[in-house]
């Protein structure tokens, strides 16, 4: 099966495909890359593993009251912390569609596609929204 | 036998899929274990160890019973696992996330996933699935452990009745649709023609994305078992796109309530890692046996396993079962 979408919209779909390829490749091997070196002691982590089993059945407000561990985006400067630094993959990953949908709205507004461009406008408030911890009241 | 004969022998692989799926289960439910967990005892690597394994089976189970990964993990791990339903459900998330991520490119390329029909329901989907993501962190966990359980007993209704429509029927496009320019042509390997679509009751659709996105966000589970009811059989879009396209809306929508677990605390690196790991590989296996297995088969199995696990979420909101 070949993309044949009348053509018309093909560019901004194979576009929109290579970014999804590569920050989701990036993702995973960051993910992997610091979920090995969390597990096997090469970063250090601040929660012993030995003690996960006795926060991990918290709700996880608790477990964050009981724990110390940072809220929002503070473990963006802790990032030599093991369990810490899995975090980075996962942002990534969460922040795929961010990237995305940055990389069509060009082929959008070239083209004065309007209602596409607000939609995409909107989504990356929605999604920088939800990224930043305003939505959480931790801004 | 070698293992490529074995695989040769669909039956044979049939059985033996059928014989050790619930094994993990069956172990990691056992009182001893749970006792073990409940006490904290034991090393700390056994149950990220059997979260991966118990993953890789339902990763292998779940592409050729045609749901995603986020909607077997939750009830799951939920009702069988010592973890708060917080973590699983931020876990969840991020399997259904990493799913869809990783099938998107493909499904993008071979135009099985439609951006042009994807974005303004991903939006809708995104928006509500923050504020499920907000209302389940805000709930008490037996209260949404009793309506996730109510939620799996429903989707187990739904794949039970669901019918699918390979070509759906649509007379003419709603004007919404038409000034949204959705629409296509796809080529189908099997047949080797060209399929024009176009849908029709994309309002309805909106609002029904809506409420799939606040579940998705609330649960965890990500959507596919509705998606692709709503895409195919309501706005008749064709089956294969509407499955493709599925996947794409996921990549947003659980996007943004990921973010929210996240910011939240609500997800540990030592629960979704494996999960995702574990899952990942897994579906690839079971895409490989998808000429082998009996999907059909598979598809019911799941099924069963899902009203048991809906049953167990349920029972053990109410404090039935521990």
Redesign the interface.
């Given at each position: 099966?070949?993309?044949?979408?009348?053509g018309?919209?093909e560019k901004?779909?194979?576009r929109?495909?290579?970014w999804?390829?590569w920050s989701?490749l990036l993702?995973?091997l960051t993910?992997?890359g610091t979920?090995v070196a969390?597990?096997f002691g090469i970063l250090p982590a601040r929660i012993p593993?030995?003690?996960?089993?006795?926060v991990?059945?918290?709700?996880?407000?608790k477990?964050?009251e009981v724990t110390g561990?940072p809220?929002?985006?503070a473990w963006i400067g802790m990032l030599g912390s093991g369990?810490l630094a899995?975090?980075l993959?996962?942002?990534i990953?969460?922040?795929?569609?961010?990237f995305c949908i940055l990389a069509?709205m060009p082929v959008y507004a070239k083209r004065r596609d309007w209602?596409?461009l607000v939609?995409?406008a909107?989504?990356i408030v929605?999604?920088v929204s939800?990224?930043s911890?305003l939505?959480?009241g931790?801004h | 036998m070698s293992f490529s004969t074995f695989c040769r022998n669909g039956a044979g692989t049939d059985a033996f899929v059928m014989r050790c799926l619930p094994l993990p289960l069956l172990f990691f439910s056992h009182p001893a274990f749970a006792a073990g967990a409940a006490a904290g005892a034991g090393a700390w690597w056994v149950w990220p160890l059997a979260l991966f394994v118990v993953c890789f089976f339902l990763g292998i189970v779940a592409v050729p019973a045609g749901v995603g990964g986020g909607v077997l993990f939750v009830p799951i791990v939920g009702s069988f696992f010592p973890f708060h339903l917080d973590f699983v459900r931020g876990a969840g998330l991020l399997v259904a996330l990493a799913s869809s991520l990783a099938a998107g490119p493909s499904l993008l390329k071979a135009g099985l996933a439609n951006l042009r029909l994807a974005m303004p329901l991903a939006f809708g989907a995104s928006v509500s699935a923050i504020g499920g993501a907000m209302l389940g962190l805000a709930l008490p966990a037996n209260v949404v452990q009793v309506a996730l359980g109510l939620t799996i007993l429903g989707i187990v209704v739904l794949m039970a009745v669901a019918r699918k429509s390979e070509y759906p029927h649509v007379p003419a496009s709603d004007p919404l649709s038409g000034m949204l320019g959705i629409h296509g042509i796809f080529r189908d390997a099997i047949s080797g023609e060209d399929v024009n679509w176009q849908v029709h009751r994309t309002p309805l659709g909106m609002v029904l994305f809506l409420v799939i996105g606040f579940l998705g966000g609330l649960f965890g589970v990500g959507a596919g078992w509705a998606n692709v009811p709503v895409l195919n059989l309501l706005m008749g879009v064709p089956l294969k796109v509407a499955a493709g396209t599925s996947s794409l809306i996921l990549t947003t929508a659980s996007s943004s309530a990921t973010w929210y677990y996240l910011d939240n605390g609500a997800i540990l690196p030592v629960i979704a890692v494996p999960s995702v790991i574990g899952m990942m590989i897994g579906a690839r296996i079971g895409a490989h046996l998808l000429s082998v297995l009996n999907a059909s088969v598979i598809r019911r199995m799941v099924i069963a396993m899902l009203f048991v696990s809906g049953v167990g979420a349920l029972l053990k909101g109410l404090g039935i079962w521990a």
């Open positions: 099966m070949g993309l044949k979408d009348a018309q919209y901004e779909q194979l929109y495909a290579a999804l390829h989701t993702g995973f993910l992997i979920f969390y597990v593993l030995e003690r996960l089993p006795q991990w059945n918290l709700p996880a407000d477990y964050l561990m809220k929002g985006w369990d899995s975090f993959g996962i942002a990953l969460s922040g795929c569609s961010i069509v209602i596409y939609l995409c909107l989504e929605i999604l939800a990224a911890g939505l959480s931790r | -």
